[in-house]
Structures are given as C-alpha cells and as structure tokens.
C-alpha cells in the first residue's frame, strides 16, 4: 500500500493517505510525482460541492507535465467522508480563469456531490483516510475552515 501525508498544520494534525494505486493508476502516479518534495498550499471550503475543502495545486510546468488532462479513472460525483477527487479544468473553463486548475477536493462529510454552476463535474477518486478516528478528526477541521476560513496545507510523500 502506497500512502501520503496532508498536514493541516495551524490544527497540528496530520492524516495518512492510502493512494488508490489499482483503481486510478495514473492519477496516482501523476500526484506521486506532484508531492515529490513537500507541497504547500491553502485549502478553503467549497461553495458548491457540499463538506470539501478545496486544495488547488500550483498551475507550474511540473503540474502541466504531470496532471494537465488528467485521463478519467474511478470517477464520481458523491464522494464519502475521507475520500480524495481530483478534478482538473483547463484554462478559461471555469469562469474564465486564464490558469488551469488541479483540484484536490477533501470530502470530509456525507451528502456531498460533484455539482457546479455549469453541471455534474465527476472527479478520479484516488485516494481515501482508512481510519475512522482520522474521518473524524478531519471533520472538525472542515467544519473549522467553513466557519473560519482557509488554512494552510501541506501535501508530501509518508
């Protein structure tokens, strides 16, 4: 098993990752080689998906290399607590954004759902917390960051 780390670091938390090497291969190989030193970056709630916090990736020519076009694997559009999308959208196709977006969404609730203004927007679930305890913890911290406001994260290998 293949894992990686997401350290929330104003809660002092850190979260094991499983990767999901056998059902979305590519997008596991592409994030692998994204996080191969520390990624740090904010994560704020999402508007529309529902109990997320919503990580955009840099737009640099390592992420272009690696993740632009991502190819389609183990999609969904109701992610469960713990489980991690990622949804790319090239440039200008979300509200005309000249930069692409690499999206790593954070599902840490239920009733949460891929829906955008322009329609049903499946992502690659890729990786998922296996500990209850951690989907727990994480939901605290996503109940945080809608009440409080983004926060930095930092994504690495374990």
Known sequence: M????IEFP????EFKVELLTEKAPKTCEAFWEAISEPVEVFGKHAMYT???VSVQLPPNDKNKGLLYNAAPENLTCFPLPGELLFTFMPEHAFGGIPVPIYDVGIFYGRDARTFFPMGWLPGNLFAQLTS???KKELAEIGKNINVNGQ???IFRRG
């Open 2 to 5: 293949k894992y990686f780390l």
């Open 132 to 134: 209850e305890e951690d």
């Open 50 to 52: 529902g109990k997320e």
């Open 151 to 153: 926060q930095k994260i």
């Open 10 to 13: 104003e809660e002092g938390k």
